[in-house]
C-alpha cells in the first residue's frame, strides 16, 4: 500500500480515527473505573470515622444507662471499624496509604483493648461509679476508673486527626488521578484532531494533483488529435 495513492491515505486516515476512539474508550473506562473507586475509598473511610463515632456514643451510654444493648452496640460498631480499616487495605496499596490504616487500625485497637478493664469495672459496680459515695467507699477502684476513662479519652481524641489525614491524602490521590485521566484524553483527542487534519489536507492535495493530472492528459489528448 503506497501512501501516496488517496486510498493509501484513506486507509492511514481510518486507521486513524479507529485506534483513536479506542484509546480513547479505554481511557473513558479507565476514568470511570477510578472514580467508582475513589467513591468506594472515601465512603469505607467515611464508614471508619461514622462508626467509631458510633462505638463512643455507645460507650458513654452505658457508663449513663447500663444497658447491655448499649454494650452490645459498642462491640457492634468497634467491629465495623475493622472490617472498614481491613478492606482499606487492598485497594490503598501504597506504602504510604498502608502506613496509615495500620497506624489509625493500631490506634484504634489500642483503644479498644485500654477500655477493656474500664468496661469490666462498669459491668462491676454499675450505677454506683455515678454515685458520689463510690468514691468514698472504693478509692482505689474510683482511682483506677478515673486514670482509664483519661487514658481512654486521650488516646481516642488522636484517631479523629488519623482519620483526616488518611481521607485528605486519599481524596487529593484521586483527584490527581482525575486530572492525570482529564489531560491525558485532552492530549490523544489533540493528537488525532492533528493527524485527521494533516491526512485530510495531504488527501486533499491529492485530489487537487490527480484533477490537475487530468486536466493535463485531456489537453494533451485534445492538442494532439487536433
Do not use: C
Amino acid at each position: 500500500m503506497s501512501l501516496r495513492t488517496i486510498k493509501g491515505k484513506l486507509i492511514v486516515l481510518l486507521v486513524v480515527l479507529i485506534v483513536g476512539f479506542v484509546v480513547l474508550g479505554y481511557q473513558v473506562t479507565k476514568s470511570n473505573n477510578d472514580g467508582k473507586m475513589g467513591a468506594i475509598r472515601l465512603t469505607l473511610i467515611g464508614d471508619v470515622n461514622t462508626n467509631l463515632n458510633g462505638t463512643m456514643m455507645e460507650l458513654r451510654g452505658y457508663q449513663l444507662l447500663f444497658k447491655s444493648e448499649r454494650l452490645q452496640g459498642y462491640e457492634n460498631y468497634y467491629r465495623k471499624s475493622i472490617d472498614s480499616l481491613n478492606s482499606l487495605l487492598p485497594i490503598l496499596i501504597t506504602p504510604a496509604n498502608q502506613e496509615r490504616i495500620k497506624k489509625l487500625k493500631s490506634a484504634v485497637e489500642e483503644w479498644h483493648t485500654l477500655n477493656i478493664p474500664r468496661m469490666e469495672m462498669l459491668k462491676k459496680y454499675g450505677n454506683k461509679v455515678n454515685e458520689s459515695s463510690f468514691q468514698e467507699e472504693h478509692p482505689s477502684d474510683y482511682q483506677t476508673l478515673m486514670k482509664l476513662t483519661r487514658e481512654s479519652a486521650q488516646l481516642y481524641d488522636k484517631i479523629p486527626q488519623l482519620i483526616v489525614d488518611l481521607y485528605d491524602n486519599v481524596k487529593k490521590s484521586n483527584l490527581n488521578r482525575i486530572e492525570t485521566n482529564a489531560t491525558f484524553s485532552v492530549i490523544v483527542l489533540a493528537i488525532i484532531a492533528l493527524l485527521v487534519v494533516a491526512i485530510g489536507i495531504s488527501i486533499m492535495y491529492s485530489i487537487q494533483g490527480s484533477i490537475q493530472k487530468t486536466k493535463s492528459g485531456i489537453e494533451y489528448i485534445r492538442h494532439h488529435k487536433a
